[in-house]
């Protein structure tokens, strides 16, 4: 069957440090993967997106890394902040554009 | 660009009743996105738009949900009647089509049934 991981529910860690979240996911073959960032009572927004070419993605203190063999990306925020506390999602973008599967999402906490 | 707006945000109501919520996209956006939130079962594609023409609707858990795009700028979905297993977070979201094209969600309309 089809599914979508992510590492953990929750991760808390220390501020400065790097945040790694993990999405899995089986029997899909995206194009493309994204990942939002979603704060509590409002909807998720945009972060980044790598494509199934690409294996690294950057942007500020984000990394995004997609591994198709694996089937796996992995988001990175370095030197982590409290206001990065959010849930993060992944989505793959399995049919260009026209749809979007969300994965659970992981609760990141950054501790002062 | 005031960005997707979703009307109400917040809507109590008793089962049984209809339900209306609201979504005009962002101008310009070609794509329209209807998802469901829940605890258990996450963000969930309900149904989508291209060019106002309902694409794909599989997500549509029944046929006491409905969904419609009579223009470019609004969108609504109908629940009727409603049942307190309804109880989510609906957003809209909206997107130019295309092989990259990021979403842009609404705030939400948290839906309680009661």
């Known amino acids: 069957s089809q599914k979508i991981e992510q590492n953990s529910e929750a991760l808390n860690i220390q501020e400065g440090k790097t945040a790694t979240l993990t999405c899995n996911y089986t029997?899909?073959?995206?194009?493309?993967l994204q990942w939002y960032r979603q704060d509590p009572g409002r909807g998720p927004v945009f972060l980044l997106l790598?494509?199934?070419?690409?294996k690294e993605k950057r942007k500020e203190r984000l990394k995004v890394t997609f591994d198709t063999t694996l089937k796996q990306s992995l988001f990175h925020i370095t030197a982590s902040q409290p206001a990065d506390s959010a849930t993060y999602l992944c989505?793959?973008?399995?049919?260009?554009?026209?749809?979007?599967?969300f994965g659970p999402g992981t609760r990141l906490s950054v501790l002062p | 660009d005031a960005g997707v707006i979703q009307s109400p945000r917040h809507e109590v109501t008793e089962m049984g009743q209809e339900v209306t919520l609201r979504c005009k996209p962002i101008?310009?956006?070609?794509?329209l996105f209807w998802y469901r939130q829940t605890m258990m079962r996450g963000l969930e594609l309900l149904i989508y738009?291209?060019?106002?023409?309902?694409?794909?609707d599989s997500g549509m858990p029944e046929d006491r949900f409905s969904a419609k795009m009579p223009n470019a700028s609004f969108s609504t979905l109908k629940i009727q009647p409603s049942e307190p297993r309804d109880s989510a977070v609906y957003f809209c979201?909206?997107?130019?089509?295309?092989?990259?094209?990021?979403?842009?969600f609404g705030e939400g309309s948290r839906l309680t049934v009661l």
């Open positions: 979201a909206s997107s130019v089509l295309a092989a990259s094209g990021e979403l842009f």
């Open positions: 790598i494509r199934e070419n690409e």
């Open positions: 738009f291209n060019n106002n023409v309902p694409i794909d």
């Open positions: 029997n899909y073959s995206p194009a493309y």
């Open positions: 989505a793959l973008d399995i049919n260009y554009g026209q749809n979007f599967v």
């Open positions: 101008s310009g956006h070609n794509s």
